[in-house]
T-cell receptor
């Protein structure tokens, strides 16, 4: 394992459901990130947390709501998603706020039906 | 200005060949250029990285070439093996915190 654990690995949800993605790291890193990976597109940065504080929201729709209760855990709460939100959601962490040397989790494959 | 453009989208080589993946950036504030390797079902993993004060960095069979004036950098894989088949992403980061900008990715296939 990479040191960053994401659960669940796969998620199928209806457009009216509410679900949450979880990310956990025990690397002692201070920064955590959510990225969206869609086919044939660059990795899209969604949110950045440094020392539990959100430092960036990259114009993400409000149907995605992040939560960082401590520096080891990061959640992405999902509600009323659209089919185009289907993608691989990747969590990453890094030691320093400059974002170097990311460690990624294996991702959650989300399908919205 | 934050974009990183990567090419080609896909690449097929024979075992032992030297695939080359290219990236170009616009933002001169970028000062950190990593490459990530991603296997199916896994997240990207850091492969090798370079800073703009050097023109080349080699780690094992992987080499980054960096051209600061052209704002381009490339990944070369020497003596490629079928196990190198993966998706490769270039990225760029700068002094603005906590952010890497990724290229579109290159799907590399190495045939035995």
């Amino acid at each position: 394992e990479t040191g960053v654990t994401q659960t669940p690995r796969h998620l199928v949800m209806g457009m009216t459901n509410k679900k949450s993605l979880k990310c956990e790291q025990h690397l002692g890193h201070n920064a955590m990130y959510w990225y969206k990976q869609s086919a044939k597109k660059p990795l899209e940065l969604m949110f950045v947390y440094n020392f539990k504080e959100q430092t960036e929201n990259n114009s993400v729709p409000s149907r995605f709501s992040p939560e960082c209760p401590n520096s080891s855990h990061l959640f992405l709460h999902l509600h009323t998603l659209q089919p185009e939100d289907s993608a691989l959601y990747l969590c990453a962490s890094s030691q320093d706020p400059l974002g170097r040397r990311y460690t990624f989790g294996s991702g959650t494959r989300l399908t919205v039906v | 200005q934050q974009q990183v453009k990567q090419s080609p989208q896909s690449l097929i080589v024979q075992k032992g060949g030297i695939p080359i993946i290219n990236c170009a950036y616009e933002n001169t504030a970028f000062d950190y250029f990593p490459w990530y390797q991603q296997f199916p079902g896994k997240g990207p993993a850091l492969l090798i990285a370079i800073r703009p004060d050097v023109s080349e960095k080699k780690e094992g069979r992987f080499t980054i070439s960096f051209n600061k004036s052209a704002k381009q950098f490339s990944l070369h894989i020497m003596d490629s093996q079928p196990g190198d088949s993966a998706t490769y992403f270039c990225a760029a980061g700068g002094t603005s915190y906590g952010k890497l900008t990724f290229g579109q990715g290159t799907i590399l296939t190495v045939h035995p």
